[in-house]
T-cell receptor, first 116, second 113 residues
């Protein structure tokens, strides 16, 4: 398997623009996570899905952020409108959870977002 | 609220030294992860454990559920071990579901030749 695939790897945009980050989890995994990493705050969970259903979105900063998982092989994280403080590396990870027990995490390479 | 504390924050050691990184957390958990991140790089999961001890090559991870504490050990450290090591825990909700991870701030490890 190719692992967790994220795109784009780098995105530079201007404040106010819409940003869409994409993630393809490992085939067969049933849990998908979106994380954000900044120098100030480290790694933070934004949202995670089990079987394509959002379970916990309490980490989503505000209404400008939204995430979807229309099927088991694809998820998006959208920021609209973007702001400079959204600049960070956004990681997607997937795992295979069984009987409510979490599985090993596999991370994508990350999407580095810069909002000017 | 789950708190995850790592120590030390920064560690510089000589090649060959035995390294220990500690992680303490505040709530009951379903699993604890040790992650490794090289500068500018992606994140790799080293271990996932919920009890006892695991070993992979020169890396050993232990966890004490009663004391809410885990350690990551590196034997015969090498410059290529230089990275940020992050502890992350998944809290156990009373309903039996799993939380989505709370992260420590990370330990910046530098191994000098």
């Amino acid at each position: 398997d190719a692992g967790v695939i994220q795109s784009p790897r780098h995105e530079v945009t201007e404040m106010g623009q819409e940003v869409t980050l994409r993630c393809k989890p490992i085939s067969g995994h049933n849990s998908l996570f979106w994380y954000r990493q900044t120098m100030m705050r480290g790694l933070e969970l934004l949202i995670y899905f089990n079987n394509n259903v959002p379970i916990d979105d309490s980490g989503m900063p505000e209404d400008r952020f939204s995430a979807k998982m229309p099927n088991a092989s694809f998820s998006t994280l959208k920021i609209q409108p973007s702001e400079p403080r959204d600049s960070a590396v956004y990681f997607c990870a997937s795992s295979l959870a069984r009987w409510g027990f979490p599985g090993e995490l596999f991370f994508g390479e990350g999407s580095r977002l810069t909002v000017l | 609220k789950n708190e995850v504390e790592q120590s030390p924050q920064n560690l510089t050691a000589q090649e060959g030294e035995f390294i220990t990184i500690n992680c303490s957390y505040s709530v009951g958990i379903s699993a604890l992860h040790w992650l490794q991140q090289h500068p500018g790089g992606g994140i790799v999961s080293l271990f996932m454990l919920s009890s006892g001890k695991k070993k992979h090559g020169r890396l050993i991870a232990t966890i004490n559920i009663q004391e809410k504490h885990s350690s990551l050990h590196i034997t015969a450290s090498h410059p290529r071990d230089s990275a940020v090591y992050i502890c992350a825990v998944r809290a156990m909700y009373s309903g039996g579901g799993a939380d989505g991870l709370t992260f420590g701030k990370g330990t910046h490890l530098i191994i000098q030749p």
